[in-house]
């Protein structure tokens, strides 16, 4: 019982921490930037998809596979699905917000019905099956394989975490705010906002490409209806409860909105008689959103909020100066 | 002196550091810069005055690359820059301040600062992997540059505290901090005095002065003539566009069209 508890638990934040990836990429785009991404399901897809076909062996009647080892399906997914966003983002990163998230839904429109179309390349609705999934050797041992493959993806979560930690406080992640704070100030002060958003726009789609193939491994399976606008809500409702511009934050709203999406899930099942199950199904996004309400009224910035990056290079000149502030202190935290 | 390129001769044989020729620029139908003309010499300061409506900023927005002018030319030292957008002035020597400052009102006072810091490695993202000791060592002296012109302009006790809090007065100063740490050749300010305390103002006069004196070009708007007389040794005079007349504080104070267009006469 309690081995099975765990292998439960190791399999929930194994899905929790691929959304989480999901989550650090959307926060690169939007928390750090303000790109207006609602294409999220589309990014993600790619990065699926080319990893699955990178990996699978070779299918009768389909383009590919290549049998290729799952460390290089993951890195053609990123490299793939951070190329495909940045053409996207070459067309489209001068638009205003809104204009730019009409752009990315569409984009992300167009992506899942090529999946469902393109059957000799991508399956159609039959998606790809027997992606190789890691460990795969101790499937048998669903504790070690659940323990094995919440290892790995921890493990890309913290490595991810620490590097775009270190560009939001790198002299980048400085003018990646300034731009989003107020861009003709930045371009005043010789800031080429285009080359910077489109940057980070790429990287943080990259990430989702890379989320989305550490995703297809996990289950062993992808199909279009995967990719539906729902998991772009799902997306944003982790950041924003989270809180957006803080790394940290996306990871636990991830992991929190994950949560709710299987705990609802769990009771869907358990109230609804089995024919009421699928309608009952959309109580699951209700729920997120009455999580989101919540958060939006109780802690507007989410529950982390955005960190202030403080220098903590050197000492400040004078001897008169206030001490230095708490690195990381939220931008809500009250002053004394 | 009339109206026409009366600063092109003073140059001691070389270009003026900006040059502005047949400036016009369209709104629609309306020409809120229309033929204007004017240059401005190496290590002069030199006020921009003229009625509400005059076309100060829009010249201000056209030299700093905030606009692109509808037709006319733009020079600085010498080379052609018109159609160059904002983003290329400060590697042009040009550096502008706000007529309302533009804080990043999230970011402390610090960052604002290390904002203006220029061919900083560390703006580009892969160094911050690949060349952390260059990126940490100009990060260091951006910070020494940058606290000592926090100090320049009294905000020093503030470097941490988000821009956000800060009065207008300072916004001020914080912008004007922001951009010397591009360390520009020239200077753009847009009514550094508006909205400002007697004593602020006293404070901003000095600092303005300092700076011309360190050698910094000095291009100011500004509607407080006191100011502007006891700053600039040349005072450009626009209206409804145009350049009415420039010269010396006094000249242009006791000139008839000046005094004519401040009264409504022209504008």
Redesign the interface.
């Known amino acids: 019982m309690i081995l099975d508890l765990m292998a439960y638990g190791a399999f929930f934040l194994t899905m929790a921490l691929t959304y989480a990836i999901i989550c650090l990429g959307l926060n690169v785009q939007w928390g750090q930037t303000g790109l207006f991404n609602v294409g999220i399901a589309g990014f993600v897809a790619i990065g699926a998809y080319v990893s699955a076909l990178l990996t699978t062996p070779d299918a009768p009647g389909r383009f590919g596979g290549f049998d290729m080892p799952i460390a290089i399906g993951w890195l053609g997914g990123a490299l793939a699905t951070g190329f495909a966003t940045f053409l996207v983002g070459a067309l489209t990163i001068r638009l205003r917000a809104d204009y730019l998230a009409i752009a990315t839904f569409g984009v992300a429109v167009a992506v899942q019905l090529c999946v469902l179309n393109l059957e000799p390349v991508t399956g159609g609705p039959f998606g790809i099956s027997f992606i190789p999934r890691p460990f795969a050797s101790v499937a048998g041992n669903p504790s070690l394989f659940s323990a094995l493959n919440l290892a790995v993806l921890a493990a890309i979560v913290i490595l991810l975490y620490l590097?775009l930690e270190?560009?939001a406080r790198?002299?980048?992640g400085?003018?990646l705010?300034?731009i989003r704070?107020?861009e003709?100030?930045?371009?005043?002060?010789?800031?080429?906002?285009v080359r910077?958003r489109l940057?980070a726009f790429a990287?943080g789609g990259a990430i989702m490409g890379l989320a989305g193939a550490t995703q297809a491994h996990f289950i062993g399976f992808i199909a279009p209806d995967n990719y539906m606008p729902t998991l772009t809500f799902q997306v944003w409702a982790m950041l924003i409860v989270g809180g957006s511009g803080n790394n940290r934050g996306a990871i636990l709203g991830a992991v929190v909105v994950w949560g709710i999406w299987a705990v609802s899930a769990s009771a869907v099942s358990t109230v609804f008689p089995t024919e009421q199950q699928a309608r009952a199904a959309s109580l699951q996004i209700v729920m997120i959103g009455a999580a989101l309400c919540a958060i939006l009224l109780l802690r507007p910035r989410g529950i982390l909020g955005?960190v202030?990056?403080?220098?903590r290079?050197?000492p400040?000149?004078?001897n008169?100066?206030?001490p230095?502030?708490p690195v990381n202190e939220p931008?809500h935290a009250e002053k004394p | 002196m009339q109206a026409g390129f009366a600063t092109n001769d003073l140059v001691n044989g070389s270009a003026p550091l900006i040059q502005v020729s047949g400036l016009v620029k369209h709104f629609g139908g309306l020409r809120a810069v229309d033929g204007m003309s004017m240059a401005l010499r190496r290590g002069e300061m030199v006020g921009l005055i003229g009625p509400n409506g005059a076309g100060k900023t829009t010249l201000f927005n056209l030299i700093?690359g905030?606009l692109k002018p509808t037709s006319g030319e733009i020079r600085i030292a010498d080379i052609e820059i018109s159609d160059e957008?904002?983003?290329?002035?400060?590697?042009r020597g040009v550096?502008?301040t706000?007529q309302i400052p533009?804080?990043?009102?999230?970011?402390?006072v610090?960052?604002n600062v290390?904002?203006?810091?220029?061919n900083?490695?560390?703006?580009?993202?892969w160094m911050?992997?690949v060349g952390t000791g260059r990126?940490?060592a100009?990060?260091?002296a951006?910070?020494?540059k940058a606290?000592?012109l926090l100090?320049f302009v009294l905000l020093?006790?503030l470097?941490?505290e988000?821009a956000r809090v800060l009065s207008g007065g300072q916004r001020k100063l914080l912008e004007l901090a922001?951009?010397l740490m591009?360390d520009p050749e020239v200077v753009l300010l847009d009514e550094p005095a508006a909205g400002v305390n007697p004593t602020l103002l006293e404070f901003i006069i000095d600092r303005v002065r300092t700076l011309n004196g360190q050698g910094k070009t000095i291009l100011l708007i500004e509607h407080n003539m006191e100011m502007v007389a006891r700053l600039c040794g040349r005072v450009v005079v626009m209206a409804a566009g145009k350049l009415l007349t420039e010269g010396t504080p006094a000249e242009v104070s006791r000139h008839p069209a000046v005094v004519s267009a401040y009264l409504g006469g022209v504008a």
């Open positions: 590097a270190r560009l790198s002299p980048w400085r003018v705010r300034a704070e107020d003709t100030a930045a371009l005043a002060l010789g800031k080429n906002a910077l940057q990287i955005e202030r990056m403080f220098h290079v050197g400040a000149t004078g008169d100066q206030p230095d502030p931008l | 700093a905030a957008g904002p983003e290329k002035r400060i590697g550096g502008r706000f533009r804080p990043f009102p999230e970011m402390t610090l960052e290390l904002t203006g810091a220029q900083q490695s560390g703006e580009r993202f911050n992997f990126v940490a100009e990060e260091r951006a910070l020494e606290r000592a100090d020093a006790k470097q941490n988000p922001r951009i591009a």
